[in-house]
């Protein structure tokens, strides 16, 4: 999330360009990547359990919505959104693990 939230400030007009292609608007590039931004702050603060299910709740729709609409495009990006979606269950996986022993 950080790589990407990255990439829309640094790389806007690349961005822009896939964003266009997949049919998505431009003007919700840095809004995105703010709100990414905040997801990471609050899923490594350890402040607010309901902040950071809802973080990890944003960010696990994001990632589908962008496995399914490289999938509609084909363009090939579905690998990439596919493995960040999987980083995402494995990182919620064991932050619950590690939070809620059992």
């Known amino acids: 999330m950080l790589f990407s939230a990255t990439m829309y400030f640094v790389k806007h007009e690349m961005v822009a360009g896939i964003f266009e292609a997949l049919g998505f608007p431009t003007w919700i590039i840095y809004p995105l990547a703010i709100a990414k931004v905040l997801g990471v702050i609050a899923i490594l603060s350890k402040k607010s ?34 493995l960040g979606l999987l980083a995402l269950i494995v990182s919620r996986y064991f932050d619950w693990k590690i939070y809620n022993p059992l």
């Open 49 to 82: 359990k309901l902040l950071k299910e809802w973080a990890y709740v944003g960010m696990f729709f994001v990632m589908i919505l962008a496995v399914s609409a490289h999938i509609m495009i084909v363009d090939g990006g579905q690998g990439a959104a596919a």
